[in-house]
């Protein structure tokens, strides 16, 4: 490793791992993360309703990474040189990616997380009815599980806006509420639950409009903030936007910085926050690191290039909505692109893993 510049990645989500992986025949690599796996983040919702799914979509990063350093601790400060870390270490860096999307509260270990999708199983299992409060991706996507792999429990979906997917367009938006009807999956619009009254032993919740709605369990799957409050305190605290996103340039390095990248959600690019896109913004930093690397100016670093909004919301275990750049599709055949395996062994092989 002696003589090979070093790369500090700080974030082990779908972006930074990818990131990590694909910098390590040229670099000395460190990844930090607080947690000692991977999360195939789009495969949360399956493994919640079968949690034997998770045994591949929750990868221990020793696993896919064979020179890199792994660090299991967080990010508290930023200084010119060097990361500092949670447990008090300072990791010295040539370059710096940062890579830390949203909070996420998951444990710090994989077995840990693997017993608790055992019990979200067995919270869905013993309840009759179940009540998922957020009509985002995540909201649509679990009641879709459930009510395929249940389909005698009563599911509720509570949604403050007035058409669910409100990132993709009507017609697709309109399509996934069909399905969800069809199921007989209740969607209540433009009423929200109070997060702060919820709690695990009542089973009756009051909407913003009065409604009461017996359920066994909930879920709340509403948007989760950026995991970038720890960055006020960086040298990069000037580059983060007004929404604490980090502004980055068209290369993907920060701004104001020449040796400092931001990749996935914690970037201001305008596009919808997606996981693929995230390894689209990995490979290319990637591949702007190689060129640094060897000598090259910036003047020849790649750019990145927002592209139409793609979306594909599974449903189920053999249907889907998609919307693609002329069209948008729903049943089967988007079914058959992602709801099987939801991409997992596309992502195990992209890590140099067997599918």
Known sequence: MAGKPRVVVVGGGIGG?????????????????????????????RSMVEPSFAERSLIYHKSYLTAATIVKSSAVNITEHAVLTADGQSLAYDYLVVATGHVLASPGS??????????????????KSVLIIGGGP?????????????PDKKVTLV???????????????????DWLTSKKVDV???????????SNTENS?????????????????????????????TILKESLD??????????????????????????????????YLAQKHALLVAKNLKLLIKGSPASKLGTYCPGFPLAIVSLGRKEAVAQLPFVTLSGRIPGILKSGDLFVGKTRKQMGLGA
């Open 242 to 275: 007004n929404k604490g996103r980090l502004m980055v340039e068209k290369d993907l390095r920060v701004k104001g910085y020449n040796n400092v990248f931001a990749i996935g959600d914690i970037t201001d690019i305008p596009e919808i926050k997606q996981g």
């Open 205 to 233: 919740y009051k909407t913003s409009s009065g409604e009461t709605i017996t359920a066994d369990c909930h879920f709340v799957c509403i948007g989760k903030p950026l995991s970038s409050s720890w960055l006020h305190d």
């Open 159 to 177: 949604h403050r806006g007035s058409r669910l997917l409100e990132f993709i367009d009507q017609k697709a938006s309109k399509k996934c509420l």
């Open 110 to 127: 994989r077995t840990d997380r693997l017993t608790e999708f055992q019990k979200e199983n067995g919270k869905i299992k013993s309840a």
């Open 138 to 150: 995540t909201g649509v996507e679990l009641a879709g599980e459930i009510a395929v792999d249940y």
């Open 17 to 45: 791992a990818l990131l990590a992986k694909t910098m390590e025949p040229d670099a000395d690599v460190v990844l930090l993360d607080p947690k000692d796996y991977l999360e195939i983040s789009w495969a949360e919702l």
């Open 188 to 198: 209540l619009f433009k009423q929200s639950v109070d997060l702060d009254s919820l």
